[in-house]
């Protein structure tokens, strides 16, 4: 799983003068096509190995890139990565090296910087949420934590409790059921005071509690404001036979209406503010223009869809037709997808991206964009120049 320290370490890195390598490698989906990734990730430290004989460079930054660019191509041919993609991080002269494998693929890229080059990972885990996911009952708790495909049991607690509120004689049984209430109480108030110190640390985004449906209710009341207001949704199980694999898929289906109904606000929201001219733009065209002039906050794009476009490797023009470039002049190059430019081009940007798997507008426009700044005219929509 990665951790929040995991990526807060790689950011903070600095080579103290020597260089970082960066290396994003998409994996496919076909096992069998995986054996060709170390001819493809030699292919791409090619970039960079011009760099080794560089004499503009000093020597122990020659050598760290040497050492890198051996890490690197070690470490392909001893491991048959999964699915989506491996982003790699060294610094042979400063002994770090870091891994992370991210479940969507992305463009094959390698930069040699003083820093990691970490933005396009953090656009892809942008996409997804960390969660907890909280099962209580009146005496005992078991916490997880969720991200991406791993869970992660973080503790469980048992407290104090009569194992049977009537188990006295009948002239006791009134003290011994308000007892009971009172250890149920305390246990509530320890338990949401635990999740609230685990919040504090900025890892987990949402929080998903579980249980006895008459255990529940009562246990939210217990949160305090800013912790209820994360709360994503809850399940009904009985925690004494729970399994792992039952918590995951109740979580799963309360984060997947939770997601869903985060994708439809947000992309109505985006489609208003278009519509009424604010800092907004919807549709193909007009996403692809603002990806152009790195005017994208953020996109929404339909999960899955796919449509042919053009672009100018020179000067970054994006549009779905157009033999030249209006820019440049220059030839345009044809992609089967220039969604995939578009987000690709965004996350280079600075910018994140959503994709979105609801039904909503994005059916029939596929594309929109938050705006940084209001678009200029596109070149092939102005007005020719008087005289």
């Known amino acids: 799983m990665i951790t929040a320290q995991d990526i807060d370490r790689t950011i903070r890195f600095q080579g103290g003068g020597l260089p970082v390598v960066s290396v994003y490698l998409s994996v496919p989906v076909d096992p069998a096509d995986r054996a060709a990734l170390p001819t493809r990730l030699s292919a791409l430290l090619h970039q960079i190995r011009p760099l080794t004989a560089d004499e503009s460079l000093g020597r122990e930054q020659r050598m760290s890139l040497r050492g890198d660019i051996e890490a690197l191509e070690a470490r392909a041919s001893e491991e048959m990565w999964t699915r989506g993609t491996v982003a790699l991080f060294s610094c042979s002269g400063r002994g770090m090296f870091e891994e992370f494998h991210l479940p969507r693929r992305t463009r094959d890229r390698v930069m040699a910087d003083a820093a990691p080059w970490v933005r396009p990972m953090l656009a892809v885990l942008d996409e997804y949420h960390r969660y907890c996911v909280a099962v209580v009952d009146r005496a005992a708790s078991w916490i997880w934590e969720v991200y991406q495909d791993e869970i992660r049991e973080v503790e469980r607690t048992r407290d104090e409790f009569p194992r049977k509120p009537d188990f006295a004689a009948w002239f006791t049984e009134y003290r011994v059921r308000n007892r009971a209430e009172e250890l149920s109480k305390r246990h509530f108030r320890a338990v949401a005071t635990r999740l609230a110190d685990l919040f504090r640390t900025g890892a987990p985004e949402l929080l998903i509690i579980g249980g006895h449906r008459h255990e529940v209710a009562p246990f939210l009341a217990f949160l305090p404001d800013d912790l209820r207001a994360r709360v994503a949704g809850t399940f009904t199980l009985d925690p004494g036979t ?118 909503t507008r994005l059916r029939d426009h596929l594309a929109a964009v938050s705006l940084r700044f209001p678009l200029p005219a596109r070149p092939d929509t102005a007005p020719a120049p008087a005289g």
């Open 242 to 359: 729970a399994t792992p694999d039952d918590i995951r898929k109740h979580a799963d289906h309360v984060i997947e209406r939770y997601e869903r109904d985060e994708e439809r606000r947000m992309v109505a929201e985006l489609f208003e503010k278009a519509e009424s001219g604010g800092p907004a733009a919807a549709g193909l065209r007009d996403s692809l223009w603002a990806g152009t002039v790195a005017a994208a906050g953020t996109l929404a794009v339909q999960d899955g869809a796919t449509a042919r476009g053009v672009a100018c490797d020179r000067d970054g023009w994006l549009a779905p037709s157009g033999a030249t470039c209006p820019l440049c002049g220059t030839p345009t190059r044809r992609t089967e997808d220039i969604l995939d430019e578009l987000a690709e081009t965004v996350i280079d940007e600075g910018g994140s991206v959503k994709h979105v798997r609801a039904e």
